[in-house]
T-cell receptor, first 111, second 114 residues
């Protein structure tokens, strides 16, 4: 099943913070976060692994609650370049990283 | 090249026509994925290759869809007898081969079936 992201859309002014949530009905082994700008390739942001390990960008943080099967992406002091659609992709336990993506959260940052 | 390259970027096909979409992954990447992305939606898994072996094709929507990676590098996704519902962006991604490593996506091929 597809993970559910919330909110569907967020509008911010530069410098404001945002949280994007990703919730799954299945047990998760890892959660991958990507950002996609219109007409461009999805760009990797962060991987959260079972057990708490994180890999990703310095200016973006995230959490992974294995028990609740949820992840949250924290964007602080937003910049214009943060605008785009954010997707979480969940791996239900394949050894090769097959991802099931959420429907996306559209983030718009205004000056 | 430095990233995943896909061609063509745009393809318009008449209904019933066959199409072939190409993906050049990052050199040395063992894993290659194809995803389909409908407008306003997240990517949906189609198929997975480990080197030249197609180990998961559970996401292919019908037997009109066929993918290959004969030498473990370049991959081709072929769609036979295209239908309007095949219109979407087809994304290719490659990775080093473990589930806890990032996948690098190409810009995709936008297929429009008229």
């Amino acid at each position: 099943q597809q993970p559910v992201q919330s909110p569907q859309a967020v509008i911010l002014r530069e410098g404001e913070d945002a949280v994007i949530n990703c919730s799954s009905s299945k047990a998760l082994y890892s959660v991958h976060w990507y950002r996609q700008k219109h007409g461009e390739a999805p760009v990797f942001l962060m991987i959260l692994l079972k057990g708490g390990e994180q890999k990703g960008h310095e200016k973006i943080s995230a959490s992974f609650n294995e028990k609740k099967q949820q992840s949250s992406l924290y964007l602080t002091a937003s910049q214009l370049s943060y605008s785009g659609t954010y997707f979480c992709g969940t791996d239900g336990g394949t050894s090769y990283g097959k991802l099931t993506f959420g429907q996306g959260t559209i983030l718009t940052v205004h000056p | 090249g430095a990233g995943v390259s896909q061609s063509p970027r745009y393809k318009v096909a008449k209904r019933g026509q066959d199409v072939a979409l190409r993906c050049d992954p990052i050199s040395g990447h063992v894993s290659l994925f194809w995803y389909q992305q409908a407008l306003g939606q997240g990517p949906e898994f189609l198929t997975y290759f480990q080197n030249e072996a197609q180990l998961d094709k559970s996401g292919l929507p019908s037997d009109r869809f066929f993918a290959e990676r004969p030498e473990g590098s370049v991959s081709t996704l072929k769609i036979q007898r295209t239908q309007q519902e095949d219109s979407a962006v087809y994304l290719c991604a490659s990775s080093l081969g473990q589930s806890n490593t990032e996948a690098f996506f190409g810009q995709g091929t936008r297929l429009t079936v008229v």
